[in-house]
């Protein structure tokens, strides 16, 4: 009995040991794919929108030497997810579609404008919001701007040079700095510091020079609507596909191991079973994803 009880203490340290191994493993695995394997979907997804959009408008990289007069506000409404133009700094080397709206859909595709701010180029406070670290980063740089540093904003409208003229940080839940404003300004949002969501990185600029078009581009309504190019399971709440991935993952680990011990062809266990977890991983770290702060 004793060497029995010492068998199962020896058998349930190695499976303790091997989960340990694997839970190692997969936060490694996590890290690569919030820093390097999100940046690839984010980059991937913003070349189809640039080309979609250079269709359209082509790209002019001089600076705008127009009087500074904004846009005429839009009659049309924009519908959440579609691209708005492109927002440059050459400064910061700062190239990037702008989508309408802020949630987690589209922050995932490139920088989102606020929809209760006016649309980019218009009068008013335009406010824009971005990722720091995760998703391609496009506003990882913003705390490299200086005062009077150009940020140049192009929409069916025309193209809107901003120079920056303040630079700050706010609480998360500080939403003055979206409120409307007189003045024709443009606000740029992103979380603060790197790798955190603590506070809030603020660059406020105002509009110096326009290039106005006589008359709004015509593009067609299908031509704005924006697709991810990479669709990944998981859902916005995260914890559903947390548990459901979780568990198929855990029985891909047990069935795994016995087959590996049984198994005289070991190369091919290991292909079969990478191929068979690696989308249950990638739907795991999409789901751990949506729980992170909006602006991480």
Known sequence: MPKNRARLTVGALHQSGLLMVWAG?????????????????QQHSQSQLASRVNTFIPVDTTLP?????????????????????TISGPTIDLSQVILQGTDLDQLR????????????????????????????????HLDQLRIGDPLVVTTVQGRFLYRV???????????SVIAPSSRNEL????????????????????????????????????????????????????????????????LIFA??????????????????LTAIAVPSVLGLFNGISWLLPAGY
């Open 109 to 140: 595709l490139g920088p989102g404008h606020y929809p209760s701010t006016p649309l980019p180029g218009e009068a008013g406070n335009v406010a824009i919001a971005g990722h720091r670290t995760t998703w391609g980063h496009p506003f990882r």
């Open 65 to 85: 030497s127009g009087p500074p007069i904004p846009a005429a506000t839009s009659a049309r409404t924009p519908t959440t997810g579609n691209w708005l133009g």
């Open 25 to 41: 493993i997969l936060i490694l695995a996590f890290a690569g794919y919030q820093v390097w394997f999100t940046d690839l979907v």
């Open 255 to 272: 069935i795994g191991q016995r087959w590996w011990r049984h198994s005289a062809r070991r190369p091919l266990v290991l292909v079969t």
């Open 187 to 250: 606000t740029l949002t992103t979380c603060n510091p790197p790798y955190s969501a603590a506070t809030r990185l603020v660059i406020r600029a105002e509009l110096t020079h326009s290039d106005r078009r006589s008359a709004p581009l015509h593009i067609p309504a299908a031509s704005f609507v924006t697709t991810t190019v990479i669709s990944l399971n998981g859902g916005h709440e995260g914890w559903w596909p947390i548990f459901f991935y979780g568990e198929i993952l855990i």
């Open 165 to 175: 003229t303040r630079t700050f940080v706010v609480l998360p839940t500080d939403t």
